[in-house]
């Protein structure tokens, strides 16, 4: 009984070693696969984030419009793009900020549209950014768009640019349209006021804030730069609404850049109807961005503004607040970039 009992300890330990060295190989095999699938979805997720890094203006959508190209090689798409915008002829790009922010809201925008050979500026529109100017003191759209005009008039007789106006930059690029029609390649309005003639920027806001009338009378945000008995000159939201109504999909480091950068803004350029003439403000070529996700702007006023007036193509960023530079560069980048490509 002993020797049988032995017999069998020696056979279990010896079937147990030859199950331990199956088991053994199974797992090290298991461990390859799963090592194997490790490195393939590394290889996956890096890829991702290369195209994701392309400027092949696949992620941007015209109305309508289904193209993608998610199989295409990357590099050969940023070479086809970069020789593509090389054969551009107006290559300069000129962004106009909205109510309350300065030239630094574009800093994204602005290294993205260098990489590939563009060549942007920001501008400081009166009051506003670094500009010293004291927005009491700015009345008139002609003089709020002042830096504007100036570099429009400043530009070579054969040279054009194209605009880019967010918010209530939009009332700069309609002034410059009638003014400079022959300087202005194309019109980009950026979820921006994007008025008719005879019209108000501030009418554009109107269903978000109530009419002039009423705003000029009740809203606690303006103010009175010539005394509570004049009427006001500038208005700015406080911190807590600016977020709630600007930034609702921004990243928190650039909303807190934002919230030591923007300034009050002059009331009276908003309030000045706009006249507009087919012309000279209808022979330019405008294009419109809605931004899907916008408090201060709605999807529904855009879309008003759109069908109202009605521009040569409309773009939609889906996910985007009322600052896309901020909430979706990317985006805004690559429909920037199918804008100028438009012959």
């Known amino acids: 009984?002993?020797?049988?009992?032995?017999?069998?300890?020696?056979?279990?330990?010896?079937?147990?070693?030859?199950?331990?060295?199956?088991?053994?190989?199974?797992?090290?095999?298991?461990?390859?696969?799963?090592?194997?699938?490790?490195?393939?979805?590394?290889?996956?997720?890096?890829?991702?984030?290369?195209?994701?890094?392309?400027?092949?203006?696949?992620?941007?959508?015209?109305?309508?419009?289904?193209?993608?190209?998610?199989?295409?090689?990357?590099?050969?798409?940023?070479?086809?793009?970069?020789?593509?915008?090389?054969?551009?002829?107006?290559?300069?790009?000129?962004?106009?900020?909205?109510?309350?922010?300065?030239?630094?809201?574009?800093?994204k925008t602005i290294a993205q549209l260098e990489e590939v050979g563009l060549q942007p500026t920001a501008l400081d529109l009166t009051g506003s950014g670094i500009d010293l100017t004291d927005t009491n003191t700015v009345t008139t759209l002609a003089e709020y768009s002042k830096p504007l005009i100036k570099y429009l008039e400043n530009l070579p007789v054969d040279e054009k640019v194209i605009l880019v106006g967010h918010s209530s930059g939009g009332a700069c690029l309609s002034y410059a349209l009638e003014h400079f029609p022959e300087k202005i390649s194309k019109a980009i309005f950026l979820c921006a006021t994007m008025v008719s003639n005879g019209q108000r920027p501030f009418d554009v806001f109107a269903e978000e804030l109530g009419s002039a009338e009423r705003f000029m009378k009740e809203s606690q945000f303006l103010i009175y730069g010539n005394g509570k008995g004049k009427p006001p000159t500038g208005f700015m939201f406080e911190k807590q609404l600016i977020k709630g109504l600007y930034f609702n999909q921004s990243p928190t480091k650039d909303v807190a850049l934002a919230m030591v950068s923007m300034r009050s803004t002059p009331l009276g350029p908003i309030m000045e109807k706009l006249s507009l003439t087919p012309e000279k403000y209808g022979t330019g070529r405008r294009f419109y961005v809605q931004t899907l996700e916008d408090r201060a702007l709605s999807p529904d006023v855009q879309e008003k503004l759109v069908r109202?007036?009605?521009?040569?193509?409309?773009?939609?960023?889906?996910?985007?607040?009322?600052?896309?530079?901020?909430?979706?560069?990317?985006?805004?980048?690559?429909?920037?970039?199918?804008?100028?490509?438009i012959p």
């Open 1 to 107: 009984m002993g020797n049988s009992l032995i017999c069998r300890t020696k056979k279990d330990a010896k079937d147990s070693g030859s199950k331990s060295k199956r088991m053994g190989r199974s797992q090290r095999k298991m461990l390859a696969e799963e090592e194997f699938l490790h490195k393939q979805a590394l290889s996956m997720a890096l890829h991702q984030h290369q195209l994701s890094q392309r400027f092949d203006g696949s992620m941007s959508r015209r109305i309508g419009s289904t193209s993608s190209r998610r199989h295409a090689d990357p590099l050969a798409n940023e070479k086809k793009l970069l020789e593509s915008l090389e054969k551009i002829k107006f290559k300069k790009i000129v962004l106009l900020h909205g109510e309350g922010f300065g030239a630094w809201c574009w800093y």
């Open 308 to 341: 109202e007036n009605p521009p040569e193509g409309v773009f939609k960023i889906k996910g985007s607040d009322h600052c896309p530079f901020f909430s979706k560069p990317q985006s805004l980048h690559k429909i920037l970039i199918e804008i100028v490509q």
